[in-house]
DNA sequence: TTCTATACTTACCAAAAAGAGAGTGAAGAT
DNA sequence: ATCTTCACTCTCTTTTTGGTAAGTATAGAA
């Protein structure tokens, strides 16, 4: 096994309670406001909530404020707020923020490179079940 | 930005099509017990379904079926059915499936170097909601 | 004849997630 | 005096998700 394999002791054993912190971990970092707004941060860095409110598409005010604060809370990003009125907040990548976002290209490149065969496949599965 | 680069074509402009299926995709693919049954698949393949269901911690019965349809329909796996009784059904990874596990494997490892940094934000972030 | 094993499908229900929309507060412009 | 801006928060409703449990089909064992 291959994602697995980091995981395992010298006995070739892996630990559960890791392994599950792990899950949880990427189940929580793996959704998608947290990676559209990896994006936009990596684009540009720091925003302000109306813009990435602008820039991330379809995304709620109440899905941003709270893709932000769990990311704030994992130490992805920064959240700074000016003493000002009207409000000022901006919002920056910290250096594990970035990292993250430098995984998860593996998966989008991935998704790209095969997004034809997977359409394909979904045609040619879809059109099996018809008949 | 790193991950969103290479959708951009020479006028650097990202095409919304390919964004929005890429990142479908992603959703899609980026789920919990995707990625878990993923995982099996790339420990051992072959696998049987009652197999899988005890090997998946805490799935249920539907959403192991949901979830290796989906699958299945996007070309990940394959599911052979042997006309037996009672019912015989292996599925495997397909190369599609071994590739998006590989690059799955970027983000389960960012995960594993970084899950005490995340712990020990989590700690700080609480610490300074509660005061 | 009844039981078991396997891989489901279906129906129902509870819980969780998400969307919509209104409310807030205070400085500065009109 | 009223309006606007920004970054929320709060409430209400709808949608989605997922769990549980029952049903199905059939060959061979007991």
């Given at each position: 096994m291959i994602?697995?394999?980091?995981?395992?002791?010298?006995s070739?054993?892996?630990?559960?309670?890791?392994?599950?912190?792990?899950t949880?971990?990427?189940g929580?970092?793996?959704?998608?406001w947290?990676?559209?707004?990896?994006?936009?941060?990596?684009?540009?860095?720091?925003?302000r909530?109306t813009r990435?409110?602008?820039?991330?598409d379809?995304?709620?005010?109440?899905m941003?404020?709270q893709?932000?604060?769990?990311?704030?809370r994992?130490g992805?990003?920064?959240?700074?707020?000016?003493?000002?009125?009207?409000?000022?907040?901006?919002?920056a990548?910290?250096?594990?923020?970035?990292?993250l976002?430098?995984?998860?290209?593996?998966?989008?490149?991935?998704?790209e490179?095969?997004?034809?065969e997977?359409?394909?496949?979904?045609?040619?599965f879809?059109?099996?079940?018809?008949?």
């Amino acid at each position: 096994m291959i994602a697995k394999a980091a995981t395992e002791n010298t006995s070739g054993v892996t630990d559960p309670r890791l392994d599950a912190l792990v899950t949880e971990i990427i189940g929580r970092v793996a959704d998608k406001w947290t990676m559209l707004v990896l994006e936009e941060l990596e684009a540009e860095s720091p925003l302000r909530f109306t813009r990435l409110l602008e820039r991330v598409d379809g995304v709620s005010q109440k899905m941003l404020t709270q893709t932000l604060r769990h990311m704030e809370r994992d130490g992805l990003l920064t959240r700074k707020v000016y003493a000002v009125v009207p409000p000022k907040v901006e919002y920056a990548l910290t250096p594990l923020g970035r990292g993250l976002g430098e995984a998860f290209c593996g998966v989008w490149r991935w998704a790209e490179r095969h997004f034809e065969e997977i359409g394909a496949a979904r045609r040619a599965f879809d059109d099996g079940r018809d008949r």
